[in-house]
């Protein structure tokens, strides 16, 4: 009888072993993110609903003041930060190419788009923030369709937009659209010749619209609908052209101390709940079986202008001095 318990103790000591190795994720992860904090706590509380042994520790600022925090991290030494979450896939890319990314080739990406995928792995879209045109019902009778509507004079010199200088999502959004041939400097000149102005963020875009001190305005979506909920006089536009997009990748650090946890973090990002949570804070999903907030169209009818976040990078200098010639800085 001594064999057969030797061998059941054996078999229960390696299953010991597997549960062990299967273990939870456990401990500390430090979070570095752009998301507002009131939305960060909401994404905590229902991760740590899944995995409850994940202490969550949160830096959040605005995507500038993230990677300034990072780089100077970098260059004393090191960052306690194991996850970044951010709204620009430029940033990303640079942290990419200074090799500071994991590559997580079991992320959870089959029902992601391939435009919100990095071809090596190293982050991954998490949302979409789209930018197009917003304009106050009570000064427009006859709605624009187009990106190419906002040229004529009679509109151009009612119309306002959002800096690069000053706003992520409108460095994506010039960067991309100066990428397009048929738009390239020369749409941006056209605005400016005919009296378009920018502003500072998106912010200040919905505001002067809501108030009716600009009839039309380019912008990101969200706060365009968030505004009508509210009360105010405007409609959001998706161009017949296509729309800018915004992806907030998430991705892991290599210097990561808790690789299990970051990888956790990752795939609820990626998931259906985290979709449908994205969804009930006004976020177009990233899957198209998930249906987007009210008045949102669904996301497989997007169609999002092409962008290279390499050129992005690279030319993200000279486009802000471009910007800043044309409509002032």
Known sequence: MIKPILGLAAAAFALGLADSAAAEPSGTLTVYTSQPSEQMQSVIE?????YPDVQVELFRSGTTEVMNKLLAEFAAG???????????????????????????D???????????????HTF?????IT???VYNTNLVDEAPTSWADLKAEDVASKTTMPSPLYSGAAVIHVGTMVQQPEFG?????????????AGQGNGSVIEAVARGEKAYGIMIEYMAFNAKKKGSPVEFVFPQEGVTAISQPVAILKSTDNAEAAKAFVDWQLSRKAQEQSVAQGYFPIFD???????????????????DAETLLEND??????????FGG
């Not at 079991?106 to 090596?120: G, K």
């Not at 400097?185 to 102005?197: H, P, R, V």
């Open 317 to 326: 200098q000279a486009n802000k001095e471009n910007f800043a010639e044309l």
């Open 124 to 128: 991954f879209g998490t949302k979409l």
């Open 185 to 197: 400097w020369d749409y941006y000149e056209a605005l400016a010749d005919n009296g378009a102005i």
């Open 78 to 104: 090191s960052s306690p930060a194991d996850v970044v979450l951010i709204a620009d896939a430029v940033a990303m890319t640079q942290l990419k190419n200074d090799d500071r990314l994991m590559t997580y």
């Open 46 to 50: 229902a991760f740590n609903k899944d």
């Open 106 to 120: 079991d992320a959870p990406i089959a029902d992601i788009p391939d435009a919100l995928i990095d071809p090596d």
């Open 131 to 133: 930018t197009g045109i």
């Open 289 to 307: 079986d998930v249906t987007p907030p009210e008045g949102y169209p669904k996301v497989g009818s997007l169609k999002i202008l092409p962008t």
